[in-house]
């Protein structure tokens, strides 16, 4: 349940309205996690009516302003503004648990191997002291998927990925292949030649 405090500066605020503007922002902010608070503040400017909505939830605040003809209307339009907000909030805290629980999942299950490099190469040949050594070792799920459900994947799994890449057997082509985000923001793709 959310707590509403309403304000009105040159505006009477009315039951009526009042009960609209708690129905709008009930919808709203669905996906977010209680306790919720919000201030609602109705002005009359010049004919304008604006409405300025903040509300408080348990990671962090939302705030949207608007201003029509009609104070219904830009109740609506405010509404509207918090309710995309709100589902961006959810997607961020979304993905950070996942983020989380991936990092321990990966930490707890997924083995660390040190590889001498002399077992690799055979012994330095210029006496490093410090050879490069190989620490991680992951074992990856590959999906048969087309080059463009690969790019969604990976465009998808921006925010959550941990790898900037995308390992995939092509539909087409039955071939493992590797798609990546290059640093110029497009992407890349590895395919074996046959």
Do not use: C
């Amino acid at each position: 349940m959310m707590r509403i405090e309403y304000v009105g500066h040159g505006y009477h605020v009315g039951e009526e309205l009042k009960a609209f503007a708690e129905e709008r922002l009930d919808k709203a902010v669905k996906l977010l996690e209680s306790p919720l608070e919000a201030r609602v503040t109705f002005e009359l400017e010049r004919h304008m009516h604006r409405v300025d909505v903040h509300v408080y939830h348990r990671h962090g605040s939302l705030q949207a302003r608007d201003e029509t003809g009609d104070m219904r209307e830009a109740v609506i339009l405010t509404a509207d503004k918090i309710a995309a907000q709100a589902k961006r909030a959810r997607k961020r805290h979304t993905a950070r648990r996942r983020r989380a629980a991936r990092s321990v999942d990966q930490q707890s299950h997924w083995p660390v191997d040190v590889v001498a490099r002399e077992s690799l190469t055979g012994p330095s040949a210029d006496g490093d002291r410090n050879p490069p050594r190989i620490i991680k070792s992951s074992l990856l799920r590959i999906k048969p998927m087309s080059i463009e459900d690969a790019a969604l994947e990976l465009d998808s799994e921006i925010e959550t990925a941990e790898h900037g890449f995308v390992v995939f057997r092509d539909s087409t082509t039955e071939r493992v292949s590797v798609l990546y985000r290059r640093k110029d923001r497009h992407f890349g793709l590895i395919a074996p030649e046959f």
